[in-house]
């Protein structure tokens, strides 16, 4: 490659690019600009600026206009990596003939894209939508939202606010809203007030424009596939997530302490709202797909499996690149490794005990379809080194 190659990293639905000096990207931005050095690869990593809970439509022309402003006047290939819903806007973007709300025309720049990878993608939907989409669920989407950006500043949440939230999810009442409005002022107290006018700025665009939740809902999803298609040259790859469903296994990794234990209670109220996926919304795997994920995971997920917010069978696209236990934000970089610099922060405690190793090598697996084109999965079969969690 003589030119330089493009690379847009699209967030999620709980996603920014950067909130003052917390970025969402940050160590996928780090591990994608090493492994291109070490291998005299010219790229650019371009964290994309976007509406976290607006339409697909909306967030599709935004990602479109940030390529065309970051690329205008640059040569060299286009590559969008899409975590969460980022991976559906990923491919609406590059879809023949699509119509975005953006004045550009999306094909002069599509068919400069080279690869699509999604990243725990809910390509199916996930329950989870369903949850958020009442009054009270948008209220505590956006408490939610606010408490991740908590933890990746400070490493992690009050444990009395942790069991308060998962209170809140595991049953939530008409007379909660007064709960919700005291946790989000607790949690938006804890920063600057520099901070907080950037962090109200953003829940208030989740609170604004809520368009995206009943459109990742399963039945929205079944549209959303059979209208929009594949770009033929575009290779499509997906990373694919699962959560360990055994509660010991999330008491171990806790230890001895509280607010550990408060973090897995959350995580185990969230994870079994997405674990709701009825036996007729299992999606068929391909050949390949099914050969993938039964090798890195010992079997082939149920209907059950999820990361915490997406079902695992809702998630592969195309190719799977690698089928990965961890939750939903470990694997962007947001597990617990606080001796790193910069640290890693866990979003919440899984009991998936990813780690740094596992990351790089997900993202050198991701570099490498990326970058390198495998052909088959010869590579893949002999040098992938999944972790098992029996």
Not at 296 to 304: I, K, N, Q, S
Not at 342 to 356: A, I, V, Y
Request: contains cysteine.
């Amino acid at each position: 490659m003589t030119a330089t190659e493009h690379v847009f990293l699209v967030p999620g639905f709980f996603g920014f690019d950067r909130l003052g000096d917390v970025s969402y990207f940050k160590h996928v931005e780090d591990a994608l600009g090493e492994w291109a050095r070490r291998r005299g690869i010219a790229i650019r990593v371009h964290e994309v600026r976007t509406s976290p809970t607006a339409s697909l439509r909306r967030r599709a022309g935004l990602l479109l206009d940030s390529i065309a402003e970051a690329t205008d006047g640059h040569d060299g290939g286009i590559h969008i990596i899409g975590h969460s819903t980022g991976g559906l806007d990923a491919r609406l973007v590059v879809t023949p003939e699509v119509s975005l709300l953006s004045g550009r025309d999306p094909e002069p720049l599509a068919r400069r894209v080279r690869t699509v990878v999604t990243v725990a993608t809910p390509h199916q939907g996930t329950p989870v939508a369903g949850i958020f989409s009442s009054l009270l669920g948008q209220q505590l989407l956006a408490v939610l939202s606010l408490a991740t950006t908590y933890v990746m500043r400070t490493g992690r949440l009050p444990a009395d606010v942790l069991v308060q939230l998962a209170a809140l999810f595991a049953r939530p009442g008409p007379s909660d809203g007064g709960r919700i409005s005291g946790l989000y002022r607790r949690l938006l107290d804890g920063f600057s007030s520099q901070s907080r006018e950037r962090l109200e700025h953003f829940v208030d665009e989740i609170r604004q424009d809520q368009d995206l939740l009943p459109q990742i809902a399963a039945p929205a999803m079944d549209l959303f596939n059979a209208s929009t298609y594949d770009r033929p040259g575009v290779r499509y790859g997906s990373v694919v997530t699962q959560a360990p469903r055994s509660v010991l296994r999330g008491l171990l990794a806790s230890g001895l302490s509280p607010s550990a234990h408060a973090s897995h209670a959350l995580f185990l109220c969230i994870s079994r709202l997405a674990a709701r996926v009825p036996a007729d919304r299992v999606p068929p795997l391909t050949e390949p797909q099914r050969h993938a994920m039964v090798q890195d995971f010992g079997a082939e997920p149920d209907r059950h499996a999820n990361d915490g917010i997406v079902p695992t069978r809702s998630q592969p696209w195309g190719q799977v690149i690698r089928g990965v236990w961890a939750d939903h934000l470990d694997v962007i970089g947001h597990f617990q490794g606080r001796a790193h610099v910069p640290p890693h922060f866990d979003w919440l405690t899984s009991g998936s005990n990813f780690t740094r190793a596992r990351f790089l090598g997900l993202w050198d697996a991701i570099a490498r379809f990326t970058f390198v084109a495998p052909t088959d999965r010869v590579w893949r079969d002999e040098q992938a080194q999944p972790t098992r969690v029996l």
